[in-house]
């Protein structure tokens, strides 16, 4: 390193140095917004974590409910008013089924829904689950007079 470089040189190798530093900086914002976008990924994955295990516990305890019903429709079935009670049986019988049709469609739903991205189908789809959840309990609690 006896000889020193020359202006042309040294302005070349600033010029060099300037890019890279920019080609760095742009790679740091590129990199950054990245994270931030999987940062936002990991919170709607969370959010929809936490969505299906209300959905499980809300199924859960619809499935109790559902056994405790049937525990008391075979007390009902021992009274004398059977006609009456078979009658009303069979529609809760035929709301069970389509309740669980229902059921069926809303779960495919879900699935589908799940495969997209976007908070809000997330909640849209909670709320209709809990809807038909409360709408079905609720009629099922009326028709046993509760």
């Known amino acids: 390193m006896d000889t020193p470089i020359t202006r ?3 302005d070349e190798f600033c010029k060099r140095m300037e890019t890279e530093n920019q080609r ?3 790679e740091d914002r590129r990199l950054g917004r990245r994270v931030s976008v999987l940062e936002d990924t990991t919170r709607q994955m969370q959010a929809l974590t936490t969505n299906v295990e209300r959905l499980a516990v809300s199924m859960e305890n619809m499935a109790k409910t559902q056994a405790e019903q049937a ?14 009670i078979n ?14 049709e ?3 469609r809303q779960e495919k739903r879900l699935e589908a829904l799940e495969a997209r991205d976007g908070e809000k189908w997330r909640q849209v ?6 809807a038909i959840t409360g709408i079905i309990l609720g009629f099922i609690a009326t028709h046993l007079g509760f």
């Open 71 to 84: 525990g008391r429709l075979d007390d009902l079935e021992a009274m004398d008013n059977l006609s009456a």
């Open 125 to 130: 789809t909670g709320y209709i689950i809990t």
């Open 8 to 10: 042309a040189e040294h």
């Open 24 to 26: 760095l900086a742009d």
């Open 87 to 100: 009658a009303n049986v069979e529609k809760l019988t035929t709301l069970l089924e389509n309740s669980k």
């Open 102 to 104: 229902t059921l069926e």
